[in-house]
């Protein structure tokens, strides 16, 4: 029995003798170890890539012309930073900028139209 505890003791005593360093670094940085990619929390499981901008932008075209459900669509795809000192918008991205939001939507809208369908693959 005293043979169990002392071996337990040497070994315990050993384990925390083995922690008391600091963790390896590089550069004054610590290492991190990196999760794969299927286990890591809150990642999106979704198989292949993601659609390209332009191909989730014509997507949001389904939902009803001038509602608030389609300008989320859009807004969900290019989130938006109202800028109240905005020029005139010359890009689908510069739509974001734009503080109105009927004024964002057609924006949206008339980039979204123009843009020619892409082949589906």
Do not use: H, W
């Amino acid at each position: 029995m005293r043979m169990v505890l002392a071996l337990i003791a040497v070994l315990y005593s050993a384990s925390a003798f083995a922690q008391d360093k600091p963790p390896p670094t590089v550069g004054d940085k610590p290492l991190v170890q990196v999760k794969p990619k299927s286990s890591r929390a809150g990642a999106p499981e979704k198989p292949g890539k993601q659609q390209p901008v332009a191909v989730r932008l014509q997507a949001c075209l389904d939902i009803d012309d001038q509602t608030k459900e389609r300008l989320n669509c859009y807004d969900a795809v290019v989130p938006p930073k109202p800028n109240p000192k905005a020029p005139a918008a010359k890009g689908v991205m510069d739509c974001k900028f734009t503080t109105e939001e009927d004024e964002r939507l057609n924006c949206y809208n008339g980039f979204v139209e123009s843009i020619p369908k892409l082949p589906k693959s």
